[in-house]
């Protein structure tokens, strides 16, 4: 079973910031915490990942609290080709467990 | 392109047909993962490799699926018997040039398969 709970859905509008957050209570010690956006018909794409306190990439930023049993995805002014399912993973006895993501749509 | 290849991209079968599915890594990647996506979920881990070595088979997996690496290069899915239930996208993804999971996980584009 995936380590990860986060929300179903979100909706948003082009241009605004979206924010995701992923909870992982029983994270491990030496556990990295993953992103991945998958389009229809294709197979996930890695976002971005971390570790503790934030990361940013060209894409995306990463948050993470210093109890680290949650984080938080922020895609900065969001357009209609970030409308994709969003998944947290944490390693889960040494392999990758996904979960049913979050589903964000994007409106004009 | 994320350098993960699977072949093919698509199969349609009639119940009860064998198929199999090929997926060719990147090259120094040790790990290799199986995943099946209906639609509307996430991918449901099947089975991985470390090099050659299967380490796990989810328990959903029933015994008519069988998975092989050999050489720890390209691996096989088999699925026999096919059953309409089988009918999903059937990914494959690499990862680490070692035993560390915390790596990037690069997937390919899929097999869909549709059983009739």
């Known amino acids: 079973l995936a380590k990860t709970t986060q929300p179903i859905s979100m909706d948003s509008y082009e241009g605004q910031e979206v924010n995701i957050t992923c909870s992982h209570n029983?994270?491990?010690?030496?556990?990295?915490i993953t992103w991945y956006q998958q389009f229809p018909s294709q197979g996930p794409r890695f976002i971005i990942q971390?570790?503790?306190t934030k990361v940013t990439n060209e894409v995306a930023s990463l948050f993470i609290p210093a109890d680290r049993k949650s984080s938080t995805l922020s895609l900065p002014r969001v357009s209609l080709s970030d409308t994709a399912v969003y998944y947290c993973?944490?390693?889960?006895?040494?392999?990758?467990?996904f979960g049913t993501g979050t589903r964000l749509q994007v409106f004009p | 392109d994320t350098g993960v290849s699977q072949n093919p991209r698509h199969k349609i079968t009639k119940r009860g047909q064998n198929v199999t599915f090929r997926c060719d890594p990147i090259?120094?990647?040790?790990?290799l993962y199986w995943y099946r996506q209906t639609l509307g979920q996430g991918p449901e881990f099947l089975t991985y490799?470390?090099?050659?070595?299967?380490?796990?088979k989810s328990r959903l997996l029933s015994d008519r699926f069988s998975a092989e690496r050999p050489k720890g290069s390209f691996s096989t899915l088999e699925i026999q018997r096919t059953e309409q239930g089988d009918s999903a996208m059937y990914l494959c993804?690499?990862?680490?040039?070692?035993?560390?999971?915390?790596?990037?996980?690069?997937f390919g584009q899929g097999t869909r398969l549709t059983v009739v």
């Open positions: 993804a690499s990862s680490g040039r070692g035993r560390e999971v915390n790596t990037e996980a690069f």
């Open positions: 029983n994270i491990a010690t030496n556990d990295y």
């Open positions: 971390g570790y503790k």
């Open positions: 993973l944490v390693p889960n006895s040494d392999k990758l467990i």
């Open positions: 090259s120094e990647h040790n790990r």
């Open positions: 490799f470390q090099n050659e070595a299967q380490l796990e």
